[in-house]
C-alpha cells in the first residue's frame, strides 16, 4: 500500500535554529500534501496544504514565512520551522493525498518538535 | 461552528464489549466522506474506516463499523469485542466536495480506555 515516509521522527533544536521536516511518498505520487500541527491532547490542525511545483495554501493565523512549505517534486514536501521558539515545540505529521486506495490519506509518521 | 464535533473526551470499555463513539458534523455540501482514525501513543494515525455521502450502506470493516445517519448529520464509530489494544485517541474527520484536493478537518478526539 502507499507510504509516506517522514524524518525525522523526534527532534531537539535550540531556540533561534532551524529545523526541516522531509515527507517522502514512497510508491505513489503526492500530487498533494497536507501538514498538521497537533499539540498534546489536542486535534489535528492542518497548518497548509501545498501542491506540487506551486505555492502552498496557508490556513488562517499560520505565518507563512516561519513555516516554509516546499513541495519541488511530486513525491517529497518539506516543512522548515524557521527561528524556532519553545511555543513550536508539537508534533508535526504530513498527510498526502492518495487515490489508490480507500482510505484517501496516507499519513506521515509524524515528527515531534521540542525547541528548548 | 465546528465541522466535527465528538463530544465525548474520554471513554472506559469493558475488554470484550462493544463501544460507541460519537461524531456529529456540519456541512452543505452534497458530497462528502467521513473518516475515522485511531492514533495510538506513538501518534501514527491509523486509518479504520470511510464512509461516502452517497454511500448507501454503512460502512464495516473488521470490528468496526460506522453507523451512519444523514439527516442527523452523525456518523458515529462503533468498536466491536473490544480489545486492550484498542486504548487510543480516535479522531472523526470529514473531507468536503468531490475535489481530490480537500484536505480532512479532524474532531476534538476521542480517548478510548479498554479495561481488562
Known amino acids: 500500500g502507499a507510504v509516506v515516509s517522514q524524518h525525522p521522527s523526534r527532534v531537539i533544536c535550540k531556540s533561534g535554529t532551524s529545523v526541516k521536516i522531509e515527507c517522502r511518498s514512497l510508491?505513489?505520487?503526492?500530487?498533494?500534501m497536507f501538514w498538521y500541527r497537533q499539540f498534546p491532547k489536542q486535534s489535528l490542525m492542518l497548518m497548509a496544504t501545498?501542491?506540487?511545483?506551486?505555492?502552498?495554501?496557508?490556513e488562517q493565523g499560520v505565518e507563512k514565512d516561519k513555516f516554509l512549505i516546499n513541495h519541488a517534486s511530486l513525491t517529497l514536501s518539506t516543512l522548515t520551522v524557521t527561528s524556532a521558539h519553545p511555543e513550536d515545540s508539537s508534533f508535526y505529521i504530513c498527510?498526502?493525498?492518495?487515490?489508490?486506495?480507500?482510505?484517501?490519506?496516507?499519513f506521515g509518521s509524524g515528527t515531534r518538535l521540542t525547541v528548548v | 461552528a465546528q465541522k466535527i464535533t465528538q463530544t465525548q473526551p474520554g471513554m472506559f470499555v469493558q475488554e470484550k464489549e462493544a463501544v460507541t463513539l460519537d461524531c456529529t458534523y456540519d456541512?452543505?455540501?452534497?458530497?462528502?466522506?467521513l473518516f475515522w482514525y485511531k492514533q495510538p501513543s506513538s501518534g501514527e494515525m491509523i486509518f479504520l474506516i470511510y464512509q461516502g455521502s452517497y454511500d448507501e450502506q454503512n460502512a464495516t470493516e473488521g470490528r468496526y463499523s460506522l453507523n451512519f445517519q444523514k439527516a442527523r448529520k452523525s456518523a458515529n464509530l462503533v468498536i466491536s469485542a473490544s480489545q486492550l489494544g484498542d486504548s487510543a485517541m480516535y479522531f472523526c474527520a470529514m473531507r468536503e466536495g468531490r475535489n481530490a484536493g480537500n484536505m480532512l478537518t479532524f474532531g476534538g478526539g476521542t480517548r478510548l480506555m479498554v479495561k481488562p
Open positions: 456541512t452543505s455540501d452534497q458530497s462528502y466522506g
Open positions: 498527510s498526502a493525498r492518495d487515490l489508490i486506495n480507500k482510505a484517501g490519506y496516507t
Open positions: 501545498s501542491n506540487e511545483g506551486s505555492k502552498a495554501t496557508y
Open positions: 510508491d505513489f505520487q503526492a500530487t498533494t
